[in-house]
């Protein structure tokens, strides 16, 4: 038997079960969610493998890490040193067979489209040591069906961040129909140790986090839409009336609003309920390209550098009468 082939079979029956285990994370996708992920991963001392389409994509997301660093060394959270050993852990590749060599863990956070995740489970299943657990950060994309394009299903599991993920403490962990316990053990312990919260849930569409928040997402935006109130009063009512620390119709800019767009069908297509319909508002906005802050225009308009929020034009002057 050549040597190779005992590498692949010693591989194949030593499936990461412990944290200890992983040393190399490879973070497919390098937007919003995955330099945060890649930002987190590698300040916890994890070699990471940061892949996207394009350099530039990958260039920003650095910068993007990099900035956030900065931020955190005036706050005194971490020091200069931290953030330059922690820079120091990240390659960047636009080569999938490059950036999954030698992973023990891959964490998918590309655009949310189904296509496109399987596409990529089925290149990552190919790629990448059969030792490896796959994750993916689909915020409502069934796991059962993006593991059934692999053949390693038992391995697939959801791995929730949430957004900005340097700040944010939950994860949400989604058990798909195949997901073993064992690996279900290690991403909560792998969560644990990176500073998360986790928190595990069964695979149904848009899991538990955005089968509640979207619909409250939506129906501002059909709210919107019917004229019942302006931007401004339905955001202040939900943080003042609510205490969310920031509006829904904020929230979906901060989001994307072509990701809260997706996770709608997804909710919409799973359930076959109306009552998840995305708002005809929402469709529109997402194919006219005001995507929120990533295309510098929402709800909200979002000029570099101001922290004011200011009210798109498109919904200026929207009041009682
Ligand atoms: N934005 C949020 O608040 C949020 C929160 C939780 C989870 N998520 C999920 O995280 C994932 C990523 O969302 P995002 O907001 O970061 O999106 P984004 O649009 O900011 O970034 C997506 C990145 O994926 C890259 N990409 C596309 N195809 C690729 C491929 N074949 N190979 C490698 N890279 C590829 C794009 O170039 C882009 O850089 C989605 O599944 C989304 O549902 C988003």
């Known amino acids: 038997m050549s040597e190779t082939a005992i590498k692949d079979m010693a591989e194949a029956t030593t499936v990461i079960s412990n944290i200890q285990q992983i040393k190399t994370v490879s973070v497919i996708g390098a937007g919003t969610m995955g330099n945060g992920i890649v930002h987190v991963f590698a300040q916890n001392g994890y070699k990471v493998q940061m892949i996207d389409i394009a350099q530039p994509a990958l260039d920003k997301a650095l910068a993007n890490i990099g900035k956030n660093m900065d931020r955190q060394i005036t706050k005194g959270s971490i020091t200069e040193e931290q953030k330059n050993a922690a820079l120091a852990n990240i390659t960047t590749h636009i080569d999938m067979e490059g950036g999954l060599s030698g992973a023990d863990l891959v964490v998918e956070a590309a655009t949310e489209n189904v296509d496109l995740k399987l596409k990529i489970f089925k290149d990552i299943d190919r790629l990448a040591p059969a030792h490896a657990i796959l994750a993916t950060n689909t915020s409502s994309i069934s796991i059962t069906r993006i593991a059934a394009v692999t053949s390693r299903p038992a391995q697939v599991v959801g791995m929730h961040f949430m957004n900005p993920v340097p700040v944010m403490k939950l994860v949400e962990i989604i058990n798909g129909y195949a997901t073993t316990k064992e690996v279900t053990q290690v991403i909560y312990d ?93 469709t529109n906005m997402v194919q006219a390209g005001r995507l929120g802050a990533k295309s510098g225009e929402g709800f909200y308009k979002y000029t570099s550098g101001s922290k004011e929020l200011v009210v798109s034009d498109s919904f200026a002057g929207n009041q009682w009468k």
């Open 190 to 282: 792998l969560s644990v140790h990176i500073g998360k919260v986790p928190c595990v849930v069964n695979d149904y569409p848009g899991f538990i986090a955005n089968r509640i928040l979207m619909p409250m997402i939506n129906e501002a935006i059909i709210s919107l839409q019917e004229g019942v109130a302006g931007v401004e009063e339905i955001d202040t009512i939900m943080k003042l009336g609510m205490a969310h620390p920031m509006g829904p119709l904020q929230l979906a800019d901060f989001i994307g609003l072509d990701t809260c767009l997706s996770i709608l069908n997804v909710l919409h297509n799973g359930f076959g309920n109306p009552k998840y319909a995305p708002a005809a508002l929402l």
